[in-house]
């Protein structure tokens, strides 16, 4: 049973324009929700995080909103550029008790086309 | 990734051998977590450590994989008697504390193949 969704496994976008990834979740206790970046053969990158207790939040050309009715978050990167190709992850952790591992999306690939 | 260590970077074993992974936290951090990632898949949480304590072991097998962080030293992620299906790229991350919104930072895995 997948607690964090990624439905697309892919997606390309034209340079300069505006990459959208998306993210679903099941569980209602989720607290914290990260984006990271993955290249290949590297480890995770943090890219932006957002609390349950906000809807947006910004850093530079990335922002993350969540719609917590919908259980469900975006990733936008505008504007886009070749260097961000590369493989994004959504995750989630619950909040409380000694919880603090992540649940981790399958990912989308992300092209961008110079 | 620069902070998070993780040795070796490609582990080759045979069945029946025993692998061991090694990750030494950023500078500060006293959590840390090993994750698995499958081919095409996301990564898989296995197990949370602080030092010289096991915090959740929820999502590692319960036959043949150990881990440890001891007070002084890296943080062990040990696999016996490998089978084919332990190939894969395990990960680990660390955290200067559970509580608050403080991201887990990656090292670069360790990608192991069972021969």
């Known amino acids: 049973d997948q607690q964090v969704k990624q439905n697309s496994p892919s997606l390309s976008v034209q340079e300069g324009r505006i990459s959208i990834l998306n993210c679903d979740y099941t569980?209602?206790?989720?607290?914290?929700f990260l984006w990271y970046k993955k290249y290949p053969a590297e480890g995770p990158t943090f890219l932006i995080s957002?609390?349950?207790?906000?809807d947006k939040n910004e850093d530079g050309r990335f922002t993350v909103f969540l719609n917590k009715s919908a259980k469900h978050l975006s990733l936008h990167i505008v504007p886009s550029q070749p260097g961000d190709s590369a493989v994004y992850f959504c995750?989630?952790?619950?909040?409380?008790?000694?919880?603090?591992?992540?649940?981790f999306g399958k990912g989308t690939k992300l092209s961008v086309k110079p | 990734n620069a902070g998070v260590m993780q040795n070796p970077r490609h582990l080759v074993r045979r069945r029946g051998q025993e692998a061991r992974l090694r990750c030494s936290p950023m500078k500060g951090h006293s959590h840390v977590y090993w994750y698995r990632q499958l081919p095409e898949e996301g990564l898989k949480f296995m197990v949370y450590l602080q030092k010289e304590n096991i915090i959740d072991e929820s999502g590692m097998p319960k036959e043949r994989f150990s881990a440890e962080f001891p007070k002084e030293g890296p943080s062990i992620l040990r696999i016996q008697q490998v089978v084919r299906g332990d190939s894969a790229a395990y990960f680990c991350?660390?955290?200067?504390?559970?509580?608050?919104?403080?991201?887990?930072?990656f090292g670069d895995g360790t990608r192991l193949s069972i021969l």
């Open positions: 991350a660390s955290s200067p504390g559970q509580g608050g919104l403080q991201p887990q930072h």
């Open positions: 995750a989630a952790r619950s909040g409380g008790g000694s919880q603090g591992n992540l649940i």
């Open positions: 957002i609390s349950s207790i906000k």
């Open positions: 569980n209602s206790m989720f607290d914290y």
